[in-house]
């Protein structure tokens, strides 16, 4: 919905800051990266946290959010190339929700940041407890009895 520079424009933004409810959307967050993963899995497969660089991720930022270190580009740009609209981006949790009142920004994008960080945390961790079973197997199977000569 674009809303036109006017006054009665700035009223009617006035009214959906009014009627947006912070608490209720930060409820959504989890909702919404849980689509944000699955969308990540289906466009960059399942290693797509890879090479997120947690030391600098900040969704607010245009240049360190997900999709930019995603497409090695701007947030505007990972957008168009990926077909995004700023409302899709919002959904999957890639981004603040465009009728947020600014008062509500910043904390709204450092509760995403952090919810995304414990994702990609998890997903790490579990890659990592995945292979050292792998490696676990390995020399079990290794050091069994039926290898070893009699």
């Known amino acids: ?7 009665e424009g700035m009223r009617m933004a006035v009214e959906m800051q009014k009627a947006f409810d912070f608490e209720a959307e930060k409820l959504l967050i989890d909702d919404r990266i849980g689509a944000g993963e699955r969308y990540l899995e ?4 399942e290693d797509w946290d890879f090479d997120i660089n947690l030391n600098t991720f900040n969704i607010f930022s ?6 930019a ?4 580009a701007t ?4 957008t168009q190339k990926l077909g995004l609209s700023d409302s ?13 009142p600014l008062q ?21 961790e ?5 292979h050292l079973d792998d490696l676990r197997e390995e020399a079990d199977a290794f050091s069994s009895e039926e290898l070893l000569p009699a």
């Not at 289906?42 to 497969?45: A, I, L, R, V």
């Not at 245009?62 to 999709?67: A, D, H, K, P, W």
């Open 1 to 7: 919905m674009t809303i036109p520079f006017t006054i």
């Open 42 to 45: 289906k466009t960059y497969g």
């Open 62 to 67: 245009g240049i360190l959010c997900l999709l």
């Open 69 to 72: 270190q995603k497409e090695n």
């Open 75 to 78: 947030y505007d740009l990972a």
């Open 88 to 100: 899709d981006a919002a959904g999957y949790g890639f981004t603040i929700p465009y009728a947020l």
């Open 104 to 124: 509500w920004a910043a904390e709204y994008a450092d509760i995403l940041t952090a919810a995304w960080k414990r994702i990609i945390r998890r997903k790490r």
């Open 126 to 130: 579990e890659k990592y407890e995945s």
